[in-house]
């Protein structure tokens, strides 16, 4: 199959300053001015790519002007098919507030927009740095379990253009993938720095019920260790042949340091269920 053709609309949404005309016109190239729409507040770009012998035209739109969260008009939205979710990586109230522009997305869009890439930008600002990449995927997680959605996390520069070309590649791919185009590996493969976040993907509760199991084991282990050398200490103490009440005094010993890790064990035991039923809710 060869020359099909995708126009894909693509919104920039986030909090004002934090890049998002920036991105655009990096991604765009040097010297290119975008239009303005008028009736929808908002600035856009046309730009071309190919993926194989597949055609995309994506339609690169950002609201004009703005400098806090605004209710978008309806037409922003309307026709949209994917948005980067922008913020700023020195400033976390921008980064929380993705989830009201990812909400909005979702409802004025009527569902239209369903494929959602979160950029964390101003990257190259190393020492004025405010969010960790662990943050900023911890919020994925969340909005990606509140949403449904799937998304995708990587940090951006629109002032050096670091990973501005691969966000907007890794989109056009998984718009096609969408659209059910396959796009084999030696053409495009999604790049190592990208962070997936899966709605029943792993979560802070699940590495907890990890930890948990991993000492119960250990404890087991342990358990298991005193009850051999017990047989031992009874077999040595049976072949010298030495007096019952010593023998039952060391198996006493022996008996209550099991009990004592059985009572671990026990203890454990409560937490993971604790975990678990965490984990159900
Ligand atoms: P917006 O469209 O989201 O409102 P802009 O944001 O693209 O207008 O960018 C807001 C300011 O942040 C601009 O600075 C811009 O140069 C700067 N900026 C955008 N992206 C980056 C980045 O990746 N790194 C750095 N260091 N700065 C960035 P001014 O000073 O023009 O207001
Ligand atoms: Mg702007």
């Given at each position: 199959m060869s020359g099909r053709q995708y126009l894909f609309k693509v919104l920039l949404l986030g909090d004002g300053a934090v890049g998002k005309t920036s991105i655009r016109e990096r991604y765009m190239g040097r010297g290119f001015k975008g239009s303005y729409l008028k009736t929808i507040g908002a600035d856009f770009a046309s730009k071309k790519l190919t993926m194989g012998d597949t055609q995309i035209t994506m339609q690169i739109f950002d609201l004009a002007g703005q400098d806090a969260y605004v209710t978008a008009r309806k037409a922003f939205y309307k026709g949209g098919r994917a948005a980067f979710l922008v913020f700023d990586l020195q400033d976390e109230t921008t980064l929380v507030n993705l989830r009201q522009w990812a909400k909005d997305a979702i409802e004025f869009s009527q569902g239209s927009i369903s494929t959602f890439v979160v950029l964390g930008n101003k990257a190259d600002l190393v020492e004025t740095r405010m969010v960790s990449k662990e943050r900023a995927v911890q919020f994925c997680r969340q909005l990606s379990a509140e949403t449904g959605l799937d998304l995708v996390y990587l940090e951006t520069s629109a002032k050096t253009g670091q990973n501005i070309k691969e966000a907007f590649d890794l989109l056009a791919y998984t718009l096609l993938k969408e659209a059910n185009v396959e796009?084999?590996?030696?053409?495009?493969?999604?790049?190592?720095?990208?962070?997936?976040?899966?709605?029943?993907?792993?979560?802070?509760?699940?590495?907890?019920?990890?930890?948990?199991?991993?000492?119960?084991?250990?404890?087991?282990?342990?358990?298991?260790?005193?009850?051999?050398?017990?047989?031992?200490?009874?077999?040595?103490?049976?072949?010298?042949?030495?007096?019952?009440?010593?023998?039952?005094?060391?198996?006493?010993?022996?008996?209550?340091?099991?009990?004592?890790?059985?009572?671990?064990?026990?203890r454990m035991g409560h937490v993971l269920k604790t975990v678990v039923d965490s984990l159900k809710k």
């Amino acid at each position: 199959m060869s020359g099909r053709q995708y126009l894909f609309k693509v919104l920039l949404l986030g909090d004002g300053a934090v890049g998002k005309t920036s991105i655009r016109e990096r991604y765009m190239g040097r010297g290119f001015k975008g239009s303005y729409l008028k009736t929808i507040g908002a600035d856009f770009a046309s730009k071309k790519l190919t993926m194989g012998d597949t055609q995309i035209t994506m339609q690169i739109f950002d609201l004009a002007g703005q400098d806090a969260y605004v209710t978008a008009r309806k037409a922003f939205y309307k026709g949209g098919r994917a948005a980067f979710l922008v913020f700023d990586l020195q400033d976390e109230t921008t980064l929380v507030n993705l989830r009201q522009w990812a909400k909005d997305a979702i409802e004025f869009s009527q569902g239209s927009i369903s494929t959602f890439v979160v950029l964390g930008n101003k990257a190259d600002l190393v020492e004025t740095r405010m969010v960790s990449k662990e943050r900023a995927v911890q919020f994925c997680r969340q909005l990606s379990a509140e949403t449904g959605l799937d998304l995708v996390y990587l940090e951006t520069s629109a002032k050096t253009g670091q990973n501005i070309k691969e966000a907007f590649d890794l989109l056009a791919y998984t718009l096609l993938k969408e659209a059910n185009v396959e796009i084999p590996p030696e053409v495009y493969t999604p790049p190592s720095i990208i962070e997936i976040i899966k709605p029943g993907g792993t979560t802070q509760s699940d590495a907890k019920t990890t930890e948990v199991a991993e000492q119960v084991a250990e404890i087991q282990e342990d358990l298991l260790t005193m009850l051999r050398s017990l047989e031992q200490r009874i077999a040595t103490l049976e072949t010298n042949n030495q007096k019952q009440a010593e023998v039952e005094t060391k198996v006493a010993q022996l008996e209550s340091k099991i009990s004592e890790l059985e009572e671990r064990v026990r203890r454990m035991g409560h937490v993971l269920k604790t975990v678990v039923d965490s984990l159900k809710k």
